[in-house]
């Protein structure tokens, strides 16, 4: 196929018309803290949720959800709490994640609401 960033682009794009047509509302695209980043930020019934795009080509091994360890969450919790704080977020919010596997005849998306939860200390 393309590049790996080429890539990333167009799975980011069909997550963004998946998410749309699913009655979302795009807030932010690779919205920046520092060195984290959130893939989408969106919104639906007063919801705010921070989406992790995972891809792959075809021929994988695995889910690319499988890739959103423990490590990837609690960067993604960061870069949330830092949206949170900067925008004065009080919604209800949640984490997803969107794998997608583009092969050459067509596009796998699955949608996992809720993929993960803020670890309370």
Do not use: C
């Not at 980011?12 to 980043?37: C, M, P």
């Not at 609690?74 to 997803?96: C, G, H, K, P, W």
């Amino acid at each position: 196929m393309n590049s790996t960033r080429e890539i990333g682009k167009k799975a980011e794009d069909a997550a963004v018309d998946f998410l749309t047509k699913n009655g979302y509302e795009i807030l932010e695209r690779n919205w920046f803290s520092q060195h984290l980043e959130i893939d989408v930020i969106a919104k639906k019934n007063k919801v705010v949720v921070f989406v992790e795009v995972k891809s792959l080509a075809s021929n994988y091994i695995q889910e690319p959800f499988m890739a959103v360890n423990r490590n990837k969450q609690q960067m993604l919790i960061s870069a949330a709490n830092a949206y949170i704080r900067t925008r004065n977020i009080d919604d209800e919010v949640r984490f997803d994640v969107i794998s997608i596997i583009l092969a050459k005849s067509e596009t796998k998306i699955e949608h996992i609401e809720n993929a993960f939860y803020p670890r309370v200390r």
